[in-house]
């Protein structure tokens, strides 16, 4: 309850100092902890309490892992991290999209880099949930592939897992890293900063929704190659719907919240038929309701991750959204999330599904607009 007047609160101040209000807050690490339904799995030989993460972007220098946790999460990721500080784009650089319930950022990976992250991560005594670590490239890198190797063996000490971004929109030239060859290194580079950490945990790599069929399957082929541990999908995209209405919809940057929804959900579908039993697989984008993650599950996540719902629902979403996956698998018949996963391969049934359940639950649900 407290946490629902935060989002009213924070969305009268700009959108990058209402983030910056929103980890301050966090950070603070007070506040009542709401009661989530138990909803315990296993994923890449980690123990979840609950499939549902924050993704990376929100909590970009770990300043507020422990508060993250207090919303509910079972996983937080931070990041993402680069090796050395940098400033990100110019600002204004995040824009609102209200009338879409989506937005736009450039940010550019700003952060205060490695060390700065190391530091707040060694002083988190308790983990209450799954940390993971996130990380990138500097913009100015003479050697962008030797960052991701830098980067892991610096922060792995710290994690449960990690992620190599290689699809941010606002680094130029990161993107590129999805091309086949260059894959290849970027992950050798996150395997041997593992291996230089000493610490063996799962390496996950998180993929743009921009992606043709093939493209997906060389990626993921590549991942299973190299024993990649599991694939995120979504980042943010760089398409712009037609229908988006609100007047910062053609900024440039990465759309996330409410239009990425369906295409993200439809790109996690190929994923997760391409890879499911040899790569977790972790579904993120526009998700701010239960019935939009449990969608998620049904066409084969094993984890599902939200950051933009935050910014339009407030910070009680994430508790909101597991007492009604719990519903929904209850509803279904299924017992424990691992059953539900991959139930509903088709994307466009998974969302009708989920839709009519939430429905006949007698949830307040607005008809979506999906855009593909
Ligand atoms: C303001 C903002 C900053 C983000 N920064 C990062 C980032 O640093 N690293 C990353 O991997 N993803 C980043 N993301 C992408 C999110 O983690 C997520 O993949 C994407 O927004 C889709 O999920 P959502 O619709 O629930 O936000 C960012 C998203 C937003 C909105």
Excluded at 312 to 330: H, Q, R, V, Y
Excluded at 340 to 364: T, W
Aim: hydrophobic residues 45%; proline residues 7%.
């Amino acid at each position: 309850m407290m946490w629902r007047a935060f989002a009213p609160l924070a969305r009268l101040l700009p959108a990058e100092a209402a983030h910056w209000a929103a980890v301050q807050t966090l950070r603070l690490n007070i506040g009542p902890k709401p009661d989530v339904p138990s909803m315990p799995l296993t994923v890449a030989g980690i123990r979840f309490d609950n499939p549902l993460g924050l993704a990376a972007g929100f909590d970009k220098n770990a300043e507020c892992f422990s508060g993250a946790t207090r919303l509910g999460f079972g996983h937080v990721e931070i990041g993402t991290v680069t090796p050395l500080p940098q400033p990100g784009n110019p600002r204004p650089r995040v824009f609102r999209l209200p009338v879409d319930q989506g937005v736009i950022n450039r940010y550019g990976f700003n952060g205060n880099g490695m060390e700065h992250a190391a530091r707040n991560l060694a002083a988190v005594n308790q983990r209450p949930a799954v940390l993971g670590v996130n990380v990138g490239a500097n913009k100015t890198s003479a050697d962008p592939i030797e960052d991701y190797h830098v980067a892991v063996a610096r922060l792995a000490t710290f994690a449960d897992y990690v992620t190599l971004n290689i699809s941010s929109p606002n680094t130029p030239g990161l993107r590129d890293l999805q091309a086949d060859q260059l894959l290849q290194h970027v992950l050798l580079a996150g395997r041997s900063g593992l291996a230089d950490s000493g610490k063996k945990i799962p390496l996950f790599l998180k993929m743009a929704p921009d992606l043709q069929t093939t493209e997906i399957r060389k990626i993921i082929a590549c991942c299973v190659d190299h024993n990649v541990d599991g694939i995120i999908a979504t980042n943010t995209t760089v398409a712009r719907p037609e229908e988006l209405s609100s007047p910062d919809a053609d900024e440039r940057g990465g759309l996330s919240g409410a239009p990425l929804f369906a295409m993200s959900t439809a790109i996690l579908a190929e994923v997760a038929a391409l890879a499911k039993g040899q790569l977790a697989v972790i579904g993120v984008g526009g998700v701010a309701s239960g019935w939009q993650a449990y969608a998620k599950l049904l066409v084969g996540a094993d984890l599902v991750q939200l950051y933009t719902g935050l910014a339009f629902n407030g910070l009680d979403l994430p508790a909101s959204i597991l007492s009604e996956m719990k519903l929904f698998m209850e509803f279904d018949g299924y017992g424990d999330v691992a059953s539900a996963s991959g139930q509903i391969p088709d994307a466009r049934e998974a969302i009708s599904h989920a839709f009519h359940l939430a429905q006949s639950a007698g949830l307040q649900v607005a008809d979506p607009k999906l855009y593909w």
